[in-house]
Nanobody, 128 residues
Framework: QVQLVESGGGLVQAGGSLRLSCAASGLTFGNYAVGWFRQGPGKGREFVAAIRWRGGSMDYADSVKGRFTISRDNAKNTVYLQMNSLKPEDTAVYYC?????????????????????WGQGTQVTVSS
């Protein structure tokens, strides 16, 4: 049984930092990409960042470039999202997801429909 479990969310003031973690079980990431998405109040789920497990290439949404960093720990089968300079508009439920890609040379994808496995989400609230 595949499980993705997020942790690290919370309440932080604007300008602060948080680090989210996504731990996987029942799944070896291999050719997968692991992404972070978020869903703010009254909004759709949007792409934040993703990393290819093999090779480590990354991609980010324009809204978080320069503030967020995605990374992985192979030994722990865990992906992290370091979030700095947080803004109130970053407030959302953050989800971790895994995309099987299907090819060792496939590019990172940003659509929710390409990701097969999802975590339960962790709330991030940024106060002004």
């Amino acid at each position: 049984q595949v499980q993705l479990v997020e942790s690290g969310g919370g309440l932080v003031q604007a300008g602060g930092s948080l680090r989210l973690s996504c731990a996987a079980s029942g799944l070896t990431f291999g050719n997968y990409a692991v992404g972070w998405f978020r869903q703010g109040p009254g909004k759709g789920r949007e792409f934040v960042a993703a990393i290819r497990w093999r090779g480590g290439s990354m991609d980010y949404a324009d809204s978080v470039k320069g503030r967020f960093t995605i990374s992985r720990d192979n030994a722990k089968n865990t992906v992290y999202l370091q979030m700095n300079s947080l803004k109130p508009e970053d407030t959302a439920v953050y989800y971790c997801a895994a995309d099987p890609l299907g090819s060792p040379i496939a590019a990172i994808r940003k659509s929710v429909y390409d990701y097969d496995y999802w975590g339960q989400g962790t709330q991030v609230t940024v106060s002004s």
